[in-house]
C-alpha cells in the first residue's frame, strides 16, 4: 500500500502513530460515559424484566432507557413487596433474573 520507508497518511498529516485511524485517536481522548443505574438497585424493563444495574444492558446502564428506548422504571420497595405477594406462588421473589440478586430492602445485598 505504501512504500515500506513511508509513513501512513494518518500518522503524516495527525502525528497519530502508525495504524492509528482519526477515529481511534479521537475516542481515546473521549472520558468513560458514567452509568445512570444504581449497579444494587432492581429495575423493570418495558417488557416485565427484572433486572440490577449490573446486568443491564449498555443502553438501560448508560441512559435509562432499554435498546426499545423506553425508559426503565427503578422498582421501590413497596412495589418490590406487592410484586413478591402477587407472583411468589408462581415467580418466586423479586430479583434479577440473570444473576438472582433481590431487591436491597427484601434480604438482597
Known sequence: ???PN???CVERSEGFRAGTTKQEAEMTNRTSPQPVLDEDALYFGDN???FCG???GASARYTGRDISGQPVM???T???QEFEEAVSDIRGHCECETCGKRHRDLGGA
Open 1 to 3: 500500500m505504501f512504500p
Open 78 to 80: 413497596e412495589v418490590a
Open 74 to 76: 427503578e422498582i421501590s
Open 6 to 8: 513511508e509513513p501512513s
Open 54 to 56: 449490573r446486568c443491564a
Open 48 to 50: 416485565g424484566r427484572v
